[in-house]
């Protein structure tokens, strides 16, 4: 199954995606994954469980970030984002994943940046930090 869905998409290895144009790197893996291992600056979230509401610009849960766009699904390995991809391109949505997934990006070392919970856990730290200062 993996095999096949991957003969009908694009793969990108991660220095590839990284310098392409007109792609839209969309990361599939959990909450918890993103904020334990980090993200890709510039990717856009949209957990699995509701990628092809999202993707499908005929459905009314529709993003409209993914209109048009060249989708590069990124998961964890690369293996759910192969299958996901496949489903889009039945979509009709131009769609690839990332070959080997989050962990060649980071392994390739690319860029990762905090996944959002950390992210907003360290900007309230900030904020209560610049307020003692005024206080």
């Known amino acids: 199954m993996l095999a096949e869905a991957r003969s009908r998409i694009s793969r990108y290895l991660p220095a590839e995606a990284a310098i392409a144009d007109g792609i839209l790197l969309v990361d599939l893996r959990s909450t918890d994954e993103r904020r334990e291992h980090g993200v890709i600056p510039g990717s856009v979230h949209v957990p699995r469980s509701v990628l092809e509401w999202r993707a499908d610009p005929a459905s009314s849960s529709h993003n409209s970030e993914l209109a048009g766009r060249k989708l590069v699904l990124v998961c964890a390995q690369g293996y759910s984002?192969?299958?996901?991809?496949?489903?889009?391109?039945?979509?009709?949505?131009?769609?690839?994943?990332?070959?080997?997934?989050?962990?060649?990006?980071?392994?390739?070392?690319?860029?990762?940046?905090?996944?959002s919970t950390e992210l907003t856990k360290r900007r309230r730290r900030l904020r209560r930090r610049r307020s003692s200062k005024h206080e």
């Open 81 to 115: 984002s192969s299958l996901a991809a496949a489903t889009l391109v039945e979509l009709g949505v131009d769609a690839g994943d990332l070959d080997g997934g989050f962990e060649a990006w980071a392994a390739a070392g690319l860029p990762v940046g905090v996944g």
